[in-house]
């Protein structure tokens, strides 16, 4: 008997092949709905407007939807002119699909205030695959991974490389509102930390360019961003391009839970004053060997390695640091414990490896250092015993293979 990823049973490899009759959205609704258990269904390439329609996947099977073309030439095209706001093109299903992988796909946004999603992975997708893919354009998420609210483990878990996420931003005002390349919505539950392990979203060997947030999470998520090129640009430069969202105050849902953050290539394409790179509104996690970089003619560039902050207002500029009213050391979700090392920024005024390069402030005229200290909630050295989960991740196995993880133990 031979055992997968995480005590899974082996899946059997390329079981069946269903080829939909085109790549418009009831040819590829039919496929999907006619495909038998651990099937490949092959879409092919072309250009095509789904109009306001969709497609779901909710099955007791596993199935690899591919478009069509070479891997990775996203030669299939799926466009949505007729989007409405808050659906996506691409549903997933996981409180009844068992294992999902998705590839050689391009989807491509409205790019209007109508806030349409590419593809989402809904209800505990475990051991999921998303690579060689193509997203741009999207007012909503581009790509996003929930988790079932209130639910109980496991959860979410799986990877996706390979892809390109550009424009993901609302064109009216690209500073507000949505607008994510990658977003993790965990189970709104308060969990414990885990870092190091397979039990997250792993976010690796990627492009984003021109996203509000090129990763952002909530609720009890947990995500590896490690490996990616990270682009923002005049448009998009006041919002991080790697995020983390806060517990609300008003509410019981706990906010992001960890983020592991290394070996990536930040960089400001821009002429504006500076830019923002790492901003983390809540949860823990280690941020390292990351590079912190600029083109153009900014002054700054990416002025801070880190930025801290609470997902309420911390009070007005003062010295020294002040409580907010109301509000006593921690707050609920803030971050407890950072581990910042080995990062590398390089601007105009030269390269500088200096950890230290911390905002504390979740807004130009608000001090938050209060609420974060330098030995207790953030450290400027490796987390003791911390050791980065295995790279490559073990589930992109071999190239052109179902469910081929390539980490198989015979028993």
Request: charged residues 20%.
């Amino acid at each position: 008997m031979s055992a997968a990823f995480g005590g899974l049973p082996t899946a059997a490899v390329n079981a069946a092949e269903v080829v939909a009759a085109s790549c418009q959205a009831a040819d590829v609704q039919q496929a999907l709905n006619n495909a038998p258990d651990q099937a490949t269904v092959r879409v092919p390439a072309g250009t095509c407007d789904w109009g306001s329609s969709s497609v779901s996947f909710a099955q007791q099977k596993s199935v690899w939807l591919r478009g069509g073309g070479s891997s990775g030439s996203g030669a299939t095209l799926i466009k949505r002119s007729g989007a409405p706001g808050s659906s996506f093109a691409l549903d997933f299903d996981c409180s009844k699909a068992r294992r999902v992988e998705l590839s050689d796909f391009s989807f491509q946004g409205r790019h209007t205030s109508v806030q349409d999603g590419g593809v989402r992975l809904r209800n505990g997708c475990r051991d999921f695959k998303v690579h060689d893919m193509a997203f741009d354009g999207f007012t909503a998420s581009a790509l996003e991974v929930r988790d079932v609210r209130y639910s109980d483990p496991p959860y979410s878990r799986g990877v996706i490389y390979k892809s390109r996420f550009t424009n993901s931003f609302n064109p009216a005002v690209p500073n507000e509102g949505l607008g994510y390349g990658v977003v993790v919505y965990g189970s709104a539950t308060d969990i414990p930390l885990e870092l190091g392990t397979a039990e997250a979203v792993f976010i690796e060997d990627n492009y984003f360019e021109a996203n509000r947030h090129s990763v952002a999470s909530n609720l009890a998520s947990r995500y590896v961003v490690r490996y990616n090129q990270f682009v923002t640009v005049n448009t998009t430069r006041n919002t991080s391009m790697i995020d983390a969202h806060g517990a609300k105050m008003d509410d019981t849902d706990a906010g992001s839970r960890s983020w592991e953050v290394y070996g990536n290539h930040l960089t400001y394409r821009g002429d504006d004053y500076q830019a923002t790179g790492i901003a983390m509104r809540g949860g823990d996690g280690v941020v390292f060997d990351n590079l912190i970089d600029y083109e153009g003619s900014t002054e700054l560039g990416i002025a801070h390695t880190l930025r801290l902050e609470l997902e309420p207002d911390c009070p007005t500029y003062a010295e020294p640091p002040q409580q907010v009213p109301g509000l006593p050391r921690p707050v609920r979700g803030q971050t407890l414990g950072a581990w910042i090392w080995n990062n590398e920024r390089v601007w105009p005024g030269g390269s500088n490896n200096d950890d230290r390069q911390i905002y504390l402030t979740n807004g130009s005229s608000f001090d938050c250092r209060y609420y974060f200290r330098e030995g207790q909630e953030y450290f400027f050295f490796p987390k003791p015993g911390y050791q980065p989960f295995t790279y490559p991740h073990p589930l992109r196995g071999l190239d052109d293979v179902i469910f081929d993880d390539d980490f198989e133990e015979s028993n």
